[in-house]
């Protein structure tokens, strides 16, 4: 490993783990893709096996030895030698804000994000990410696609960046394995062109909303749809009503004592345990 020992927390070769907001490593490291952060042996692992290519590494020199075969396939993938940067418990946790509890940091470049059309070719139950702002919800919405066969995710343009550092962490990297892209670029591209687009690729679309003309998330209707979008909302206010307007059904799930819903990321994972195939 070409491992470099990190005695400053003003080196600019680790800016990307120290100074650079998530804005500016999306755009200013490298101006073509950007660059994102992966945090833990377990994540970065699935961000190689799914083809992610690292930058660098950051981390304790306790890990050295058990993140080698790590930088071996990170190396491996890239066809060049990667600098590792390493140093001490308490430096590192002021460079990077915080401690390195899982030890590993890993600075990859991200990946170019596929159109709609291409992506949902051979879907058939899709989820939506309607302005989300939590980066915790969104990656427990990865999590939960992962686990129950979800064949792809749309976010819209004003939801919140699946490859944010902690969405990636709180997803256990299922980012990488569950297919997304952006569906539009500005937020007057949703819904009304996005569900145009989908409804031109053959989906149905289903709004989840607390609203009392809706249908049972048990209702064969939605069960029998060949290509079916569940649209989730933001967190408080949920789903804009001309999203809601414009969805082909609305969808409720039934609450009990008293509670008005569920949390958005719980939301998805009920929907998607009852409208998607389970092996």
Known sequence: ????????????????YAH????QLRSKLEPEKGIFIAESPKVI?????AGM?????LMERRWLDEAAPLVAQAEEI????????????????????FTLTRGVLCAMRRPALPSVEALLADARRVAVLEGIVD?????????????????AILVTPTCCDPLYRRAVRVSMGTVFQVPWTRIGVTP????????????ALGFKTAAFALEDRSISLADPVLNNCEKLALVFGTEGDGLAPATIAAC???????????????????????AFWQLCEHE
């Open 1 to 16: 490993m070409d491992i470099v020992n990190i005695t400053s927390i003003d080196d600019s070769r680790v800016a990307a």
């Open 20 to 23: 650079l907001t998530e804005r």
């Open 45 to 49: 692992a699935r961000a190689l096996d």
């Open 53 to 57: 290519h690292a930058e660098s590494f």
């Open 78 to 97: 890239v066809g060049m030698p990667l600098p590792v940067y390493t140093g001490e418990r308490d430096e590192l946790s002021k460079l990077t804000g």
């Open 135 to 151: 980066h915790t919800n969104v990656g427990a919405a990865f999590r939960s696609a992962a686990a129950l066969n979800v064949d």
């Open 188 to 199: 007057a591209d949703w819904p009304e062109d996005g569900i145009a687009r989908l409804r």
């Open 248 to 270: 082909d059904y609305t969808v409720k799930i039934p609450m009990a004592h008293g509670v008005d819903s569920l949390n958005v990321a719980a939301a998805t994972a009920v």
